[in-house]
């Protein structure tokens, strides 16, 4: 159904991935890199605690420093974008991964939280948006029928890694310190170079390929070029900004349980490891959610922006039952909400990325993604931080949780606004408008349907004109 219509439209696009070989292998390494990118950021929450008692700031203060982080990763995902568009993404991915180590590095030698602002904020966040873009659409460039499970078990690392990090985390924190902790942290961070070194130049999407020949061919200005890179043309199409709108509302409620959840826990009254627990055993039902949904969207009996509209409203609703299951002051209660708001959340995050395609095109998909990582940049921003202030001004996380939740329902909710979005099929995604001269036309055609190198249309040129 509506993945057999992506397979076909992908072919007609000549970005039909292999489905198999040494995609698979990209799959691990973005297994890696995304535990070391969203794994720790999502057990940040865990230093929340110590860095209110050491820097005896207020919650909302200490929640700029994760908010930073994720804006900064979404802000530079464009950039990441743009350079793998232009130049390497192997050395691209590799370099985030020393920045995003150097910045923890750096930050366990804090001494106020404008250090850890600097560091564990902006350079981290640069480090982890050179990673993360390019990583998901390499692997998405190289799958066609199985995307959505192959980017469903790249991103199930976070899940596991969720589940590992917080008590091991914490274990660090008691007997190092954070200090110590985070020194440790970033050591391990510097693995996603090895990651990036699995890139293969000819894994790299032929539509990127495509962008570059077509951008050096027709669009000779700097600013011209920059434009395609960055796929700023998207931003005049109404499917894209509607999506975009609907995945923003919903980054503004998604990330609050994993920085507050365990802060929230500890002030109901469970001890430090039930506490970190609760958040472990999201992370347990998060890798299945993730794995799951992408099976499930695969098999093409239901359109994925449904799949992507059911699981996100389903999660703003345990987001807002998290407090309310705390005021039962019962373990259990609060274990069995926090399992099944790991599994929505970790399934909707898999169909965010598998719709992407179907939006903006196969070809425009690295731009697209970098480009939607930066518009929602300012929910990453400003979603922690409003959290700890409603933190501040009442006492508990309650409004917090309330408030965040209703973003994620919001978002989804915006979802049923696309065009199409009631009809059973996958209606076929725009197109990149080309802007070319007649004696260039053949040789993109060729691009297209042919998938050939830009050197063999070169020299195809070359014959034509003799």
């Keep these: 159904m509506a993945n057999g219509k992506l397979k076909s439209q992908s072919q007609g696009d000549g970005a039909e991935g292999p489905d198999g070989g040494w995609g698979w292998v990209l799959v691990v390494a973005m297994f890696v890199s995304t535990s070391l990118v969203f794994g720790l950021m ?53 370099t985030g991964g020393f920045l995003s180590g150097l910045g923890l590095i750096l930050a366990s030698q804090a001494t106020c939280l404008v250090h850890l602002y600097l560091s564990m904020g902006v350079l981290s966040g640069l480090g982890w948006g050179l990673v993360f873009t390019p990583m998901v659409a390499t692997v998405m460039a190289n799958f066609t029928r199985r995307r959505a499970l192959a980017v469903g078990l790249g991103f199930s690392s976070i899940g596991l890694s969720s589940f590992a990090f917080n008590p091991l985390f914490l274990l660090l924190v008691e007997t190092y310190t954070w200090r110590g902790a985070l020194l440790i942290l970033g050591g391990l961070s510097l693995n996603i170079m090895a990651c990036g070194a699995l890139i293969r ?54 990330f609050v349980p994993y920085f507050h959840l365990v802060a ?91 719709v992407v395609p179907m939006i903006m095109g196969v070809e425009r998909m690295m731009g697209g ?23 501040d001004m009442t006492g508990n996380y309650t409004a917090s949780f309330v408030v965040a939740g209703s973003f994620v329902l919001l978002g989804s909710l915006t979802m049923t606004t696309l ?21 260039e036309t053949l040789n993109l055609e060729l691009v297209q349907k042919d998938g050939c190198s830009p050197e063999f249309n070169h020299q195809t040129a070359e014959q034509r004109e003799r």
């Design 369 to 391: 993604l970098g480009l939607l990582q930066l518009i929602e940049s300012c929910a990453g921003l400003l979603g922690t931080p409003l959290s700890g202030w409603l933190r």
């Design 264 to 354: 929230h826990s500890r002030q109901v009254g469970f001890s430090e490891y039930r506490a970190a627990f609760i958040m472990s055993a999201a992370g347990i039902t998060d890798i299945f959610g993730r794995i799951a949904s992408g099976w499930f969207s695969d098999l093409g009996r239901f359109r994925v922006v449904h799949l992507l509209t059911l699981w996100s409203f389903l999660a703003g609703v345990f987001i807002m039952l998290l407090p309310v299951s705390s005021l039962t002051r019962s373990y259990t209660v609060m274990i069995v909400i926090s399992l099944l708001y790991g599994f929505c959340s970790g399934a909707l995050t898999s169909m965010v990325f598998a």
């Design 42 to 94: 999502r057990s940040l929450g865990i230093f929340f605690v110590e860095f209110v008692q050491y820097f005896e700031e207020s919650a909302q203060a200490i929640s700029w420093i994760s908010s930073i982080g994720l804006a900064a990763q979404q802000f530079f995902s464009p950039l990441g974008a743009a350079l793998c568009n232009a130049y390497n993404a192997r050395l691209v991915v590799m």
């Design 201 to 254: 130049p000819e894994c790299l999407s032929k539509a990127s390929t495509k962008v570059d020949s077509q951008s050096r061919s027709s669009q000779p200005d700097l600013l011209q070029r920059v434009s395609s890179y960055l796929e700023v043309s998207l931003l005049c199409e109404r499917p894209y900004l509607t999506y975009a709108l609907g995945v923003t509302l919903l980054n503004f409620g998604y």
């Design 419 to 439: 065009p199409h979005y009631f009809s059973c099929a996958e209606p076929p995604p725009p197109q990149r408008p080309v802007l070319v001269d007649n004696s």
